[in-house]
């Protein structure tokens, strides 16, 4: 976790944009480099210091969503109007989150990847009387931006772009309004390394964690990976020479 940390910058809380709420997102942290949940009083981040897209980049972190209480109080409080439906106080709502949408921005632009593109990732978590506040874990990047990502070129020359992608939690009540956050922007130094392993073999490591079968973060999360010959896969079939599936994970498909 404390390696992870380093890399990212530090912000005391993330609130919610005046006139979206009162479901908020109050803090993000990423998940342990063992891809579990961090402590709660872990710290926040606000941004990513830098992202090396060479490697196809993972990000995982984990949100909390404030402000269920507002949903599922007590009786004795008065009725709320929600997206012109009366939650009566008879029957408080519980609050199903279902999706994150998530956009991007770009300096200079990314094609592809324009002000109206939203990759969707569906989530499942519950928002209750007896879990008014809810910690979800969900990526950062998307089905199309990795995809994009993956066609940009190569270098170790040019200025990073300034990259920020966005997110934000939609959810249903039980009495069929839609819930939604404010957008949290991450903002990151986003570039891709021209990477100099083995003509033959030219694959890249995605994750640092050999033994991982699904990393929580991608070796490009706060390095630049070119020349970083460490997490050049560089293997061989013996007999066929061509690249050799291994059980390293990234070191199974040609980039």
Do not use: H, W
């Not at 992202?51 to 949100?63: F, G, N, Q, S």
């Not at 402000?67 to 009566?88: H, K, L, M, N």
């Not at 009387?129 to 809810?134: E, I, K, N």
């Not at 957008?183 to 694959?203: F, G, W």
């Amino acid at each position: 976790m404390r390696q992870l940390i380093v890399i990212m910058a530090v912000v005391i809380g993330i609130g919610c944009t005046p006139g979206v709420g009162p479901l908020s997102v109050t803090s993000v942290q990423p998940l342990t480099n063992n891809c579990e949940f961090p402590e709660a009083e872990d710290l926040n981040i606000s941004s990513i210091e830098l992202l090396d897209v060479a490697a196809d980049p993972k990000a995982t972190l984990v949100a909390t969503l404030s402000g269920g209480d507002f949903f599922t109080g007590g009786t004795a409080q008065p009725p709320v109007v929600v997206g012109g439906r009366t939650i009566s106080p008879e029957g408080r709502d519980s609050i199903t989150i279902l999706r994150v949408n998530l956009r991007y921005t770009a300096k200079p632009p990314i094609p592809g990847l324009g002000a109206s593109v939203v990759d969707t990732v569906p989530l499942t978590g519950l928002i209750s009387s007896a879990v008014p506040t809810l910690r979800i874990a969900f990526p950062l990047f998307g089905p199309t931006a990795r995809k994009q990502f993956k066609a940009l070129g190569a270098s170790n020359v040019d200025p990073p772009i300034q990259f920020t992608p966005s997110f934000e939690f939609v959810g249903v009540t039980t009495s069929g309004a839609e819930i939604r956050t404010a957008p949290v922007p991450i903002p990151t130094n986003l570039i891709k390394s021209e990477i100099t392993c083995a003509s033959a073999d030219p694959r890249i490591r995605r994750f640092t964690d050999a033994n991982a079968i699904d990393g929580c973060f991608s070796a490009g999360v706060g390095r630049r990976l070119a020349n970083d010959r460490s997490l050049c896969c560089d293997k061989l079939d013996p007999m066929t020479q061509t690249p050799l599936v291994t059980s390293t994970p990234g070191c199974d498909t040609l980039p």
